[in-house]
């Protein structure tokens, strides 16, 4: 039996930088919660077919586990990976609340591969494995790299560790699922034409606590916020003084006392 952990991550800011490709691109830091997380296990198991459990709501072709399983055999054409899943089931155990803004989806497919790698023995490097990661979703190559804290830019495949302290979080998560692809397409609609570049040069230098403590507005600090407000109202009634907003949400988030 095999095991690793998929943990959360929060967004200390996120802005929005452009828009291309039919993508856009930001500039955010991610920041690793280290005491939320799932745990993907592979547990010894005659399988007719790739199996996973804890997983029930998703359907499979939906699953990002999944979809890594399916571009890491595609990418590496290795028979090894094909028949360790004959011998091995997929088993989640889920802590990570979905369309909660912590990257749950991301996380879990990440870990995947990487236990993947050490398992079969996967001649790759952790770069081969965030470029196969980042055709999956924007956030995989944050999670494969597996930094505390981290600068993203780009569509989310610059990766760049950021030295700091870790931050202990304490986290909120509402009774409302915020759909990112929902949360998106309200941005590119109502503020994309608002982004103004200027207004957070140099954040990416400074370090999570003092970003936090000098910026301390979640709409300025999060681009994705406003535009999470507009596709879902009941937020607002849910906001608290103090607490910063991750991702597309629905997660609140502040520095513990």
């Not at 490709?21 to 198991?45: K, N, Q, W």
């Not at 595609?74 to 090894?80: E, I, R, S, V, W």
């Not at 941005?187 to 999570?208: E, R, V, Y």
């Not at 600090?221 to 003084?241: F, H, M, T, V």
Request: glycine fraction near 6%; hydrophobic fraction near 40%.
């Amino acid at each position: 039996m095999y095991t690793i952990k998929a943990h959360a991550k929060v967004n200390i800011f996120l802005k929005i930088t452009g828009y291309k490709e039919g993508y856009h691109t930001l500039l955010s830091r991610f920041m690793r919660v280290e005491d939320l997380y799932d745990t993907i296990t592979f547990v010894p198991c005659e399988c007719d077919t790739f199996t996973i459990e804890g997983c029930d709501n998703i359907p499979l072709e939906s699953n990002t586990i999944y979809k890594a399983y399916k571009a890491l055999n595609d990418y590496t054409g290795d028979l090894d990976i094909l028949n360790f899943f004959y011998r091995h089931k997929v088993v989640v155990t889920k802590h990570i609340p979905s369309q909660a803004g912590l990257g749950g989806g991301s996380s879990d497919a990440a870990a995947f591969m990487r236990l993947v790698k050490e398992v079969c023995n996967l001649m790759l490097t952790t770069e081969e494995l965030a470029k196969i990661g980042s055709t999956i979703g924007a956030d995989l190559p944050f999670f494969i790299y597996n930094y505390p804290s981290a600068n993203v830019s780009g569509f989310g495949e610059i990766v760049e560790p950021f030295e700091e302290a870790p931050l202990k979080l304490e986290l909120f998560t509402p009774n409302i699922g915020c759909d990112t692809t929902v949360v998106y397409k309200t941005f590119k609609k109502h503020l994309l034409d608002n982004i103004a570049l200027c207004s957070f040069l140099g954040w990416d230098k400074l370090d999570s606590k003092t970003l936090l403590e000098m910026i301390a507005d979640p709409i300025i600090l999060n681009d994705l916020y406003a535009a999470s407000l507009i596709a879902y109202p009941q937020l607002k009634q849910l906001a608290k003084e103090g607490w910063f907003f991750s991702g597309s949400g629905s997660t609140f988030f502040k520095i513990k006392p």
